[in-house]
Every structure is written in structure tokens, then in C-alpha cells.
């Protein structure tokens, strides 16, 4: 969904910027402009002083340009930090026993359990990636099923093998799964 967000206010502001640069560029190289146009003509400022001051004796004048732009700037820094958060884990905390506990990387495990659910009957081919955190980190499975693949067997032996080896050899206690199954276009098939 972030994605789909970013990729709207990107364009919106792109497209905003460019209509009114644009605009003002070729007003500023003699395009005669249309009456409702803010900029009348080649030496035509935006704002003139009496733009300007027009507000400046009301009282709600002031409140409102301070919260607007207090509104502007905590949604780019909520977009900002939305857009530089990382999404995958890049370490597990593993339990050795001693106290210490090792680091594995989040990429060789999710490596591995891609490799193993990609080997599984019936899948043509599978994604993994680790959210959350690294004591208690989560599995994202993405598997690509073949046309005449049982679901709910590969599902189990998904969990039963695949996940249930990569929580036993994290020495995780628990590795929550969520799994997203999709199958695969098959070419139809002719008869003679």
C-alpha cells in the first residue's frame, strides 16, 4: 500500500510541478496566458505587495499559514521516514545457550527457506523475506503453485518441513508465517 502512496504523491507533485513550471516558462517567453491565469504576462510577478499583504490585518491570517504548513511539514516527514524505514530484517538474534547469542543474516535464512519451499511438490517457485524484529522476526512466503497443485498439501508441507526447519535451526521457539499462494498460467491444452 506504501508503495501505491509513494508512487501517487511522487507523481501528483511531479506533474504539479512541472504544469506550473511549464506554465510559467512560456508565459515568460510570450505566451499570451488565459484571463483566470495568475501570471499575466512576461513581466508580471506572482505576487504583487498587495497580494501579500492583502491577509495581514485579519487575526485567523497567521494561525492558519502556521498550521498548514505545520500539516505539509509532518506529512513529509511522516513520507520520509515511511520511505527510509527498512522493511526486511536483516538480522535473527540466534539463542546459542552461553548468553551470548549469534547473529544470523536475515538474507541467508530467507535463502534457505525460499530454496526449501521452491524444492516442495507442486511449487514452481517461492519468495521469502523476514519482517519484524530480530529476537521475534516473522516470514513473508510467496509461492508459485503449479496448475494442478493441491494447495492445502503444499500449505501443510510448507509448515510442517520448510518453516519448521528454519524456526528449528534459528533455534527460534516460534516463526510466525503468512504465506501467499498463487498459481501458475498454464498453456492450454489440445486435444486431437
Known sequence: ???????????????????????VLAVGLG????????????????LSD???ERWRTD??????????????????????????R??????????????????????????VLAAEASALAGVRGARAS?????????ARVRLLLEPHADPAETLNRLTTESVAH??????LTTLPTETHLRAAKHAPERVN
Not at 497567521?62 to 511522516?78: E, F, G, K, Q
Not at 527498512?86 to 535463502?111: F, I, K, N, Q, Y
Not at 523476514?130 to 516473522?138: N, T
Open 1 to 23: 500500500m506504501l508503495k501505491i502512496v509513494n508512487r501517487i504523491l511522487l507523481g501528483l507533485a511531479g506533474l504539479l510541478l512541472v504544469v506550473l513550471g511549464g506554465s
Open 31 to 46: 505566451v499570451n496566458p488565459p484571463l483566470w491565469w495568475i501570471h499575466d504576462g512576461r513581466h508580471d510577478v506572482l
Open 50 to 52: 498587495a497580494d501579500r
Open 59 to 84: 487575526g485567523w491570517w497567521w494561525p492558519a499559514v502556521i498550521a498548514a504548513l505545520t500539516v505539509a511539514v509532518l506529512l513529509a516527514l511522516w513520507w520520509l521516514t515511511a520511505v527510509l
Open 86 to 111: 527498512r522493511r526486511r530484517l536483516a538480522e535473527v538474534l540466534v539463542d546459542t545457550g552461553d548468553g551470548e547469542g549469534a547473529l544470523l543474516r536475515g538474507r541467508a535464512l530467507e535463502g
Open 130 to 138: 523476514l519482517v519484524g524484529r530480530r529476537g521475534a522476526p516473522e
Open 166 to 171: 528454519a524456526r528449528d535451526s534459528a533455534g
